[in-house]
């Protein structure tokens, strides 16, 4: 299994739908993961830590399996603004640090009017 | 508040030249990095630094020097170009090294004739 794997798309979806998509990962000792947006030719931005309780930030709930080893990203109520790519992000190791982090392929989404 | 400012934004070189891609960041920020990106592929980690005079290497250094003599600043060197590093970089902090949120640069496209 490849170290982070995301199913690359593209997800088309009319507006005001729900959506979601995982993330899977090969190391059991990963500690920390993420979800970053990148819109077309746009750097990644931070949308949200997933936590082991999995948490909530408005429309965007993010989800952690520790058994099945996959990370997940649910989009209530679509925007046409959510469309880009969403980026699994995993660190490495339980050790921590910024330079232990592998970055998936990402997941492209469309949302269509 | 600029966070993280690359330059340039567009580069154009021709094989065996040499250049440096600019990173600046205004948060006091004691971890910065590099990343490119190239099609198909996740973000990869080319060097990184956990704070002034320190630097190490990453998941693919060769080709690229680095140093950090301030907190703000982390310039990329490309010591003499190839074709293979055409791609898009991305200049990344966080305020310190076990923190893994990353604030990104805007991106520099580097095309290598």
């Known amino acids: 299994r490849k170290e982070v794997e995301q199913d690359p798309g593209p997800f088309n979806v009319p507006e005001g739908a729900t959506v979601a998509f995982n993330c899977t990962y090969s190391?059991?000792?990963?500690?920390?993961f993420f979800w970053y947006r990148q819109d077309c030719r746009k750097e990644p931005k931070l949308l949200m830590s997933?936590?082991?309780s999995g948490n909530e930030d408005g429309r965007f709930t993010a989800q952690l399996n520790r058994a099945s080893q996959y990370i997940s990203l649910l989009i209530r109520d679509s925007k046409l603004s959510d469309s880009a790519t969403y980026l699994c992000?995993?660190?490495?190791?339980?050790?921590?640090?910024?330079?232990?982090?592998?970055f998936g392929k990402g997941t492209h989404l469309i949302i269509q009017p | 508040n600029a966070g993280v400012t690359q330059t340039p934004k567009f580069q154009v070189l021709k094989t065996g030249q040499s250049m440096t891609l600019q990173c600046a960041q205004d948060?006091?920020?004691?971890?910065m990095s590099w990343y490119r990106q190239d099609p198909g592929m996740g973000l990869r980690l080319i060097h990184y630094?956990?704070?002034?005079?320190?630097?190490d290497q990453g998941e693919v250094p060769n080709g690229y020097n680095v140093s950090r003599s301030t907190t703000e600043d982390f310039p990329l060197r490309l010591l003499s170009a190839a074709p293979s590093q055409t791609s898009v970089y991305f200049c990344?902090?966080?305020?310190?090294?076990?923190?893994?949120?990353?604030?990104f640069g805007s991106g520099t496209q580097l095309s290598v004739l």
């Open positions: 990344a902090s966080s305020p310190r090294w076990g923190n893994e949120k990353l604030f």
């Open positions: 190391n059991s000792a990963s500690q920390s």
């Open positions: 997933v936590y082991s």
């Open positions: 992000v995993v660190s490495r190791d339980s050790g921590g640090g910024a330079d232990g982090l592998t």
């Open positions: 948060m006091n920020h004691e971890y």
């Open positions: 630094s956990v704070g002034a005079g320190i630097t």
